[in-house]
């Protein structure tokens, strides 16, 4: 069964930074697209950053442009978002998600998904 498992997540002060990982287990990760999205308490998920399989092409929303980065590595099956200059809206649960190949920034493209990690920004 394949699992994605969020961690980094917790309670930072505005224009702080953060790391977040997510490690993916029983798929052939380099194969594998992956994702972050985030939903706030009453709003739906929405696309926040994502990295093909290969790790040469990446994008993010524009809300967190300049401020968060996205990452792989291949060999540990791992992907993080860094996360600097944090703002209040920032907070909300962070998801990672994976497809084959290439990115997309909707979620329904996405097969696979994780549990989620808290993300609060205090003003």
């Known amino acids: 069964q394949v699992r994605l498992v969020e961690s980094g997540g917790e309670l930072v002060q505005a224009g702080g930074s953060l790391r977040l990982s997510c490690v993916v287990s029983?798929?052939?990760?380099?194969?594998?697209?992956m994702g972050w999205f985030r939903q706030a308490p009453g709003k739906e998920r929405e696309f926040v950053a994502a990295i093909n399989w290969s790790g040469g092409r990446t994008s993010v929303t524009d809300s967190v442009k300049g401020r968060f980065t996205i990452s792989r590595d291949n060999a540990k099956g791992t992907v993080n978002l860094q996360m600097n200059s944090v703002k209040p809206e920032d907070t909300a649960i962070y998801y990672c998600?994976?497809?084959?190949?290439?990115?997309?920034?909707?979620?329904?493209?996405?097969?696979?998904w994780g549990r989620g990690t808290q993300v609060t920004v205090s003003p």
């Open positions: 998600a994976a497809r084959l190949f290439e990115t997309a920034t909707k979620a329904s493209a996405y097969d696979y």
């Open positions: 029983r798929l052939t990760f380099s194969n594998y697209a």
